[in-house]
């Protein structure tokens, strides 16, 4: 079955480290997206793509990169984690158009 | 993306139907109203969706109000399953430039609890 992954699960990281969160989904669907959840909150987005090459910011995308070289990746990059950022990432992907989105499992991130 | 605004939590006996209120009075004429759901530690789900007219489908119904300017999902007999934050959501039709594209603006949403 068609499926979107998320590794790691959960990670535990230092001030100022570069951290690097997988999102992968066998779909073939274009659009991606990246979300972080804060105890209490609902979801923001950070970036999102709509194809290979095409990557936007989002509403929360200070501190944060992706790159979409292909169709099934957008890996999400801390270049340096801020205590700020901890919190819980949920990665999501849709077909284009209209269609409805499909959520991963989430990575719980802890910047200590 | 126009706002939405939904009660903070609402409780429900288990095997009774449960009505989720959703207000959007600044809707536009290309606004569907989306719904999404979290289970506790899982990430959101999709439910429903509908433009002017009533929809249902086996997760949920969705009632719009003649003006569009509220709706209301319907769970017709809830389940301990069930229990999870509801997100109502108003999504654009997507514009000719940007036309691949379907953006989500996530609000509180309502925690459903849900009685044995």
């Known amino acids: 079955d068609a499926e979107i992954t998320q590794s790691p699960r959960h990670k535990i990281t230092e001030t100022g480290r570069q951290v690097t969160l997988a999102c992968h989904q066998t779909w073939n669907h274009n659009n991606m997206f990246w979300y972080r959840q804060d105890l209490g909150h609902g979801l923001r987005l950070i970036h999102y793509s709509y194809g290979v090459q095409d990557t936007n910011k989002g509403e929360v995308s200070d501190g944060y990169s992706v790159s979409r070289s292909n169709t099934e990746d957008l890996p999400l990059t801390l270049e340096s984690a801020a205590s700020s950022q901890t919190s819980v990432y949920f990665c999501a992907s849709s077909p284009r158009g209209f269609g409805e989105q499909y959520f991963g499992p989430g990575t719980r991130l802890t910047v200590l | 993306d126009a706002k939405t605004t939904q009660p903070n939590s609402m409780e429900s006996n288990e095997e009774e139907p449960v009505h989720l209120p959703c207000n959007h009075s600044t809707i536009s004429g290309t606004d569907y109203i989306h719904w999404y759901r979290q289970l506790p530690s899982q990430g959101p789900e999709y439910v429903i969706h509908?433009?002017?007219s009533n929809v249902n489908n086996r997760m949920a119904s969705l009632a719009i109000a003649e003006d569009r300017k509220s709706s209301t999902l319907i769970l017709h007999r809830a389940t301990l399953r069930d229990a999870a934050v509801y997100y109502c959501?108003?999504?654009?039709?997507?514009?000719?430039?940007?036309?691949?594209?379907?953006?989500?603006?996530f609000g509180g949403g309502t925690r459903v609890l849900v009685k044995p």
């Open positions: 509908g433009l002017t």
């Open positions: 959501i108003l999504r654009d039709v997507p514009r000719l430039i940007k036309a691949a594209g379907n953006k989500l603006t």
